[in-house]
């Protein structure tokens, strides 16, 4: 008598392993596989005739055969049957025909050097401060964009801990006032420069003779710095000379500075570069200072391990031509509408760059 189905005994069935390590197929390991065959799997799929195909690829007639042998084995798959009027290719062959082009473009791409700038897609960060920014940037991103229009440029104001990024590609150059580069890294000199002074136009000390101590009298707008830049000379030289108003109005950066002074009584110390490209913006007038600040350097530094990549250093050329036409620029611009802006009461012309 048949027995109730809760009562009938479980017959053991064979277990299938359902996980996806299980049901999926497993991949080939690379390092076992001739690439080269991609190349001789191209030839064949195009000509479909051993023979053109090792004309082709520069082989043997032999040795083409002895490639399908083994493309044969790598895709478990015939690839190229004989039909009536020669070889044809299977379904997988024809799946791989349209695969293969892109794949073999992709691994071209990867070992050419050759490729145009005009072709990169790639990011790049550089460290430059907004005044440097002010110089550089108007003459840097129209060649980049003519010569590299997919570069995405992307620049970060704060210098802080600059080798240290550099070191780990937080960041991939630095622009500023940085000296001599340490064991590991390198710089490159960009131009040099001084500090000028930018008061508004109609300012009423531009009435008067221009000193030291009608300088040192005049509130000043600092810009929030790093302890070792050098905007900190102008205003420790002061404090030294004990003549210097030791409470400034800090601001974030050079732009905000230079519109405050647009429309007050206070002065700003920048470099000279950057207050003739900001007086050709705002109504300032440029003035020297009526004391000693030794110039300096700006430089572009970036660490050993991007030095001989091939767009890196395409960047850097870049940027160094953009600033060698950016301190021409400025130059003749100072020595037309602007330098007339440096004549201080007295009448004295002031020195050009």
Same mark, same amino acid.
């Given at each position: 008598?048949?027995?109730?189905?809760?009562?009938?005994?479980?017959?053991?069935?064979?277990?299938?392993?359902?996980?996806?390590?299980?049901?999926?197929?497993?991949?080939?390991?690379?390092?076992?596989?001739?690439?080269?065959?991609?190349?001789?799997?191209?030839?064949?799929?195009?000509?479909?005739?051993?023979?053109?195909?090792?004309?082709?690829?520069?082989?043997?007639?032999?040795?083409?055969?002895?490639?399908?042998?083994?493309?044969?084995?790598?895709?478990?798959?015939?690839?190229?049957?004989?039909?009536?009027?020669?070889?044809?290719?299977?379904?997988?062959?024809?799946?791989?025909?349209?695969?293969?082009?892109?794949?073999?473009?992709?691994?071209?791409?990867?070992?050419?050097?050759?490729?145009?700038?005009?072709?990169?897609?790639?990011?790049?960060?550089?460290?430059?401060?907004?005044?440097?920014?002010?110089?550089?940037?108007?003459?840097?991103?129209?060649?980049?964009?003519?010569?590299?229009?997919?570069?995405?440029?992307?620049?970060?104001?704060? @210098?802080?801990?600059?080798? +240290?990024?550099?070191?780990?590609? !937080?960041?991939?150059?630095?622009?500023?006032? /940085?000296? %001599? =580069?340490?064991?590991?890294?390198?710089?490159?000199?960009?131009?040099?420069?001084?500090?000028?002074?930018?008061?508004?136009?109609?300012?009423?000390?531009?009435?008067?003779?221009?000193?030291?101590?009608?300088?040192?009298?005049?509130?000043?707008?600092?810009?929030?710095?790093?302890?070792?830049?050098?905007?900190?000379?102008?205003?420790?030289?002061?404090?030294?000379?004990?003549?210097?108003?030791?409470?400034?109005?800090?601001?974030?950066?050079?732009?905000?500075?230079?519109?405050?002074?647009?429309?007050?009584?206070?002065?700003?110390?920048?470099?000279?570069?950057?207050?003739?490209?900001?007086?050709?913006?705002?109504?300032?007038?440029?003035?020297?200072?009526?004391?000693?600040?030794?110039?300096?350097?700006?430089? @572009?530094?970036?660490?050993? +391990?991007?030095?001989?990549?091939? !767009?890196?250093?395409?960047?850097?050329?870049? /940027?160094? %031509? =953009?600033?060698?036409?950016?301190?021409?620029?400025?130059?003749?611009?100072?020595?037309?509408?602007?330098?007339?802006?440096?004549?201080?009461?007295?009448?004295?012309?002031?020195?050009?760059?």
């Amino acid at each position: 008598m048949d027995q109730p189905v809760w009562k009938r005994p479980r017959t053991t069935r064979p277990t299938v392993d359902g996980s996806d390590d299980a049901q999926r197929p497993q991949m080939p390991n690379l390092a076992s596989i001739d690439l080269n065959l991609l190349v001789d799997l191209g030839a064949l799929l195009q000509y479909r005739n051993i023979t053109h195909a090792a004309q082709h690829v520069g082989r043997s007639q032999p040795a083409m055969s002895r490639a399908l042998s083994r493309l044969r084995g790598m895709f478990n798959d015939d690839l190229l049957v004989r039909g009536s009027s020669g070889l044809v290719p299977t379904l997988m062959a024809e799946r791989l025909a349209e695969k293969l082009p892109s794949v073999l473009d992709a691994i071209r791409q990867t070992v050419n050097c050759s490729v145009a700038p005009r072709e990169w897609r790639w990011k790049v960060t550089m460290a430059i401060p907004d005044h440097q920014a002010l110089v550089l940037l108007p003459r840097l991103l129209p060649r980049l964009r003519e010569g590299a229009p997919h570069l995405d440029m992307v620049n970060d104001a704060v @210098l802080a801990n600059a080798l +240290r990024r550099l070191e780990q590609g !937080e960041i991939d150059l630095a622009v500023g006032q /940085i000296g %001599a =580069a340490p064991p590991g890294y390198l710089r490159r000199r960009l131009y040099a420069d001084r500090f000028s002074c930018l008061i508004r136009r109609d300012h009423p000390v531009l009435e008067q003779e221009w000193t030291l101590e009608s300088f040192a009298a005049l509130r000043h707008v600092a810009i929030a710095s790093e302890p070792n830049d050098r905007f900190h000379q102008v205003y420790d030289g002061l404090t030294e000379l004990s003549v210097a108003d030791c409470d400034p109005i800090v601001v974030s950066n050079v732009l905000t500075g230079a519109v405050i002074i647009a429309a007050t009584d206070l002065v700003l110390v920048v470099p000279s570069r950057v207050a003739i490209r900001i007086a050709s913006m705002l109504p300032l007038a440029v003035v020297e200072p009526p004391l000693e600040l030794s110039p300096y350097e700006v430089a @572009l530094i970036w660490h050993e +391990r991007c030095h001989r990549d091939r !767009e890196h250093g395409w960047l850097r050329r870049e /940027i160094i %031509a =953009a600033a060698r036409t950016a301190a021409s620029g400025l130059t003749e611009a100072s020595n037309g509408e602007l330098a007339r802006s440096r004549v201080a009461r007295t009448g004295r012309r002031m020195p050009r760059e």
